[in-house]
């Protein structure tokens, strides 16, 4: 995997609050590049259309019906650049 640019950012998102804080603690000192948000866990990404590279979901997939697996799905695409990509 390439290395990214020093002015890449990051966005996590989670809907556990202790998740949030072992993430926010262990990427503290990256704190001007990545950003850690609690959710209520409804299906939004807090990003404009366009402005994302890549959309990466780990452990999410196979918690989701059937009907929000498939919106989860589709809504990557609004917020990717043409050549982002959904990991």
Known sequence: ????????????LDTSSIMVDLARTR?????QR???ILTDGSIHLPV???SCDR??????LDLLSPLLLMILL??????????????
């Open 1 to 12: 995997m390439k290395s990214l640019p020093p002015h890449a950012t990051y966005l996590g």
């Open 27 to 31: 990427l503290n000192d990256y704190e």
């Open 34 to 36: 990545a950003e850690i």
């Open 48 to 50: 404009s259309d366009s």
């Open 55 to 60: 959309v990466v979901s780990n452990y999410v």
């Open 74 to 87: 589709r809504k990557p695409n609004g917020c990717l650049s043409q050549r982002g990509s959904f990991v």
